[in-house]
């Protein structure tokens, strides 16, 4: 089911003259976020995330409170897609941190 969902939004993009710099964007996310949904069940949780505590330097906790807005202790593909336009947020959550 993952994959053919995954499948069936890359075929739509790809029958696009352009996709354009969004399309492109949301295929990175559904590529990246199935590259780390080691289970397929369509979730990320804290064992899946250690690789984007490594590239990101933040705690998985972190990572977690940031994405997961219904605080179920995982992070939905809706999730991470609301997060990435939630961009501004996390620029200044992460200056906060600086400070």
């Known amino acids: 089911?993952?994959?053919?969902?995954?499948?069936?939004?890359l075929a739509l993009c790809a029958c696009a003259a352009n996709p354009g710099?969004?399309?492109?964007?949301?295929?990175?996310?559904?590529?990246?976020?199935?590259?780390?949904?080691?289970?397929?069940?369509?979730y990320l949780v804290a064992s899946e995330l250690k690789d984007?505590?490594?590239?990101?330097?933040?705690?998985?906790?972190?990572i977690i409170d940031f994405y997961d807005t219904n605080h179920d202790g995982r992070i939905s593909l809706v999730e991470a897609q609301s997060g990435v336009s939630?961009?501004?947020?996390?620029?200044?959550?992460?200056?906060?941190?600086q400070d």
């Open 1 to 9: 089911m993952k994959i053919l969902s995954s499948l069936a939004v």
């Open 86 to 97: 939630r961009v501004e947020e996390a620029r200044e959550i992460v200056n906060d941190q």
């Open 21 to 42: 710099p969004i399309k492109r964007q949301m295929i990175g996310l559904i590529q990246k976020f199935d590259l780390w949904d080691y289970n397929g069940d369509g």
């Open 52 to 62: 984007a505590e490594k590239l990101s330097g933040n705690p998985v906790s972190e």
